[in-house]
């Protein structure tokens, strides 16, 4: 069983900059990939970024430029930089694993960034 535990969100405003970050329980060299989703109200839950167990990043297009995923293996966490953030950017903010073929989800953080 594998849990994870986002924090890090918050209110800020746009042009301003957050780092996530995501613990998780055992180590994350197990997990094929980790990934960070979010979800506005009234909206489909959408990529943000992922890493994969060899250090490979993929980015959505809108946050390209902007957010930074790494990773910290001695501490078993997943971090996102965010940085020049929107309105756009408002929503809820889950980490995401996938560990031998199971997903795992986060309890979610949410982050608003006021105009």
């Known amino acids: 069983q594998v849990q994870l535990v986002e924090s890090g969100g918050g209110l800020v405003q746009a042009g301003g900059s957050l780092r996530l970050s995501c613990k998780a329980s055992?180590?994350?060299?197990?997990?094929?990939?980790m990934d960070w989703y979010r979800q506005a109200p009234g909206k489909q839950r959408e990529l943000v970024a992922s890493?994969?167990?060899?250090?490979?990043?993929d980015y959505g297009d809108s946050v390209k430029g902007r957010f930074t995923i790494s990773r910290d293996t001695s501490k078993n966490t997943v971090y996102l930089q965010m940085n020049a953030l929107k309105p756009e950017d408002t929503g809820a903010y889950y980490c995401?694993?996938?560990?031998?073929?199971?997903?795992?989800w986060g309890q979610g953080t949410q982050v608003t960034v006021s105009s």
């Open positions: 995401h694993a996938i560990v031998r073929l199971v997903d795992y």
């Open positions: 055992g180590s994350i060299f197990s997990a094929n990939f």
């Open positions: 890493i994969r167990s060899g250090g490979g990043t």
